[in-house]
């Protein structure tokens, strides 16, 4: 990079250098030479936990990290479209401390992450009661079979797949601060209308209305991303999926306690769970209309008329994002996809065996989550004996998403962190396998809560090895079709003439993780090592003139960039 002084002005309307007596701020002639030229470092639970670096920084030294806005040949490469929302608080010049600098990260974490978090946890909190309503009398009561539940199931996710690329596709053009909320909403109307249910042609329909409006998980890490930096959002995603297992463990004792109205005006228990937990998700729905802004400089609105960030935290949170990802500023937050951008896209060949293992990797414990219930309740546990028992495999997966995150954190590795799903889940399906006909039910409920205790750390590969934002949306919403598609094919594998042991669909589940693990996961690993020493080859071939005129000329967008290197 560049160190003298450089002539770059910014488009801002509001340059920062207005901002008088509010921070270190330098004018756009100054020397560059006070910004950090120090590694990359990831945010990680060993420095909250372990205070690895609570004394490496002055808080009152310059936090600024050098990038290509400093470098005034490299600038205009990466400048923001003229459209971009935030583009009036960007200027290369601002400055800023590590004393703001984490102020205001925890300020975007109690306004944004926590908001994020109780969004996320109204999802599952609906998405999953169907299986607490399956250790009542739910089945009985609809006259359905375990094959009708399969179908159900099957239908969920069928619709979810024709759905998830429309819905990206609307929340892109109206923005996800607008797509979410309606989401909520719908989703919690059909949830609480599952009250009236009556059959089983009335349980296919819900389920199918519940697949095509419970899609915004990439919409909500896409808005996500506007705020953090891409150091600070693997360790909030962990934080995001423990959330859930959080939400999982007060829907149980919910679950618990809404069962015991059995018998209420003449109703069974689980139409009042699905009564008081989607009013419980419609409410969060319309709250989150008041509580999601569309961008960090747009918190302004007629009941918050001051906003959330001042002008100067503003103009941190643009420039840190931008000189962390300039791809950020391609595209503005109500722009939706062109078809020559989203045909791109699709065919983005380098995705293709993490969409492989999306599909593939969820499969050998998705059959034992979904009917845990069904096999507690099946092997002499009562109903609320069967929705406390559901708890301690979340706690426990909250202990091993932790160290997972921590070992992630250390190695630096994907693959084989992301592996150890599968590897954890093998040695307890042959377990299950082996289990005698009559088993103890204490030694069965052992096994499938260390089973489904399984450590996660997949989330955001895909993401990372897209690139530009226009490929991450249409790639982050790919890779989670396959991953639903994982449960269309795992609602298959436990059928009604297996029950009760499901000795053949264990078998089947053992074959699959033993594929996963022997030729998919090293064969993704392979894949991306071979594509990076293919653009080492060509790039490091380059002279610093021609690698100059590709930046300028290329049509090359995310990860087609030849400067681009794959995550593996």
């Not at 639970?45 to 372990?50: A, E, K, R, T, V």
């Amino acid at each position: 990079m560049v160190t003298e002084s450089t002539t770059i002005k910014s488009t801002s309307s509001s340059p920062v250098d207005d901002i008088s007596g509010k921070g270190p701020v330098v004018s756009v002639h100054e020397t560059s030479s006070n910004l950090v030229d120090e590694e990359e470092h990831q945010v990680n639970f060993s420095d909250i936990f372990f205070r690895k670096r609570k004394d490496l920084f002055d808080p009152d030294a310059i936090a600024t990290k050098r990038s290509v806005f400093d470098d005034p040949v490299l600038a205009p490469h990466y400048w923001p479209k003229k459209d971009y929302e935030n583009i009036h608080r960007l200027d290369p010049s601002a400055r800023w401390t590590y004393r703001e600098e984490r102020a205001l990260v925890r300020k975007i974490d109690w306004k944004i992450m926590v908001l994020a978090a109780v969004v996320f946890s109204a999802l599952n909190l609906d998405r999953f009661n169907l299986s607490q309503a399956n250790s009542s009398s739910f089945l009985a009561d609809l006259g359905l079979t375990t094959d009708d539940f399969n179908l159900g199931n099957s239908i969920f996710r069928l619709a979810f797949l024709c759905a998830e690329l429309p819905s990206q596709l609307i929340s892109k053009r109206v923005g996800p601060d607008r797509w979410i909320p309606t989401e909520i909403c719908l989703w919690s109307v059909v949830s609480l209308a599952q009250f009236w249910l009556t059959g089983r042609t009335s349980f296919l329909v819900c389920r199918a209305l519940l697949g095509y409006v419970s899609l915004f998980i990439p919409d909500l890490i896409l808005y996500l991303s506007y705020f953090y930096t891409k150091t600070e959002l693997p360790i909030r995603l962990a934080l995001f999926w423990m959330s859930s297992y959080l939400c999982s463990i007060t829907a149980s004792f919910l679950a618990y306690g809404i069962l015991h109205l059995d018998g209420v005006a003449g109703k069974a228990g689980w139409r009042w769970l699905f009564l008081i937990e989607g009013g419980i998700t419609l409410f969060i729905g319309v709250a989150t209309f008041f509580n999601m802004p569309p961008s960090p400089t747009q918190t302004k609105a007629w009941f918050r008329p001051n906003g959330w960030f001042t002008e100067r935290e503003e103009v941190i949170m643009v420039n840190r994002i931008l000189r962390d990802d300039p791809t950020k500023g391609d595209m503005h937050n109500r722009e939706g996809l062109s078809l020559r951008r989203f045909w791109t896209a699709i065919c983005d060949y380098d995705l293709w065996p993490l969409y492989i293992l999306g599909l593939t990797s969820g499969i050998p414990d998705g059959p034992p989550s979904t009917y845990l219930t069904l096999l507690l309740r099946d092997i002499g546990f009562n109903t609320f004996q069967t929705n406390l028992l559901t708890i301690p495999y979340q706690v426990l997966g909250i202990i091993t998403m932790f160290l997972i995150t921590l070992l992630s954190e250390h190695v630096g590795e994907r693959t084989f962190v992301a592996m150890l799903e599968n590897l954890w889940t093998l040695p307890f399906l042959v377990a299950l396998y082996a289990l005698p006909s009559e088993p103890n039910q204490w030694v069965f409920f052992a096994i499938v809560t260390g089973l489904l205790s399984y450590p996660y750390q997949q989330t955001g590969w895909c993401s990372r090895n897209a690139g530009g934002v226009s490929g991450r949306i249409v790639n982050a919403s790919l890779y989670n079709m396959f991953t639903q598609a994982s449960s269309v094919v795992g609602s298959q594998i436990y059928v009604a003439s297996d029950a009760p042991r499901y000795e053949r669909g264990n078998r089947v589940l053992i074959i699959i993780c033993c594929v996963n693990l022997g030729i998919l996961y090293p064969a993704t690993k392979a894949y991306y090592i071979w594509r990076n020493r293919q653009r080492d080859k060509v790039w490091n071939r380059m002279t610093v003139e021609e690698r100059d005129h590709y930046l300028r000329t290329t049509e090359d967008v995310g990860n087609r960039r030849l400067d681009f290197r794959f995550a593996h």
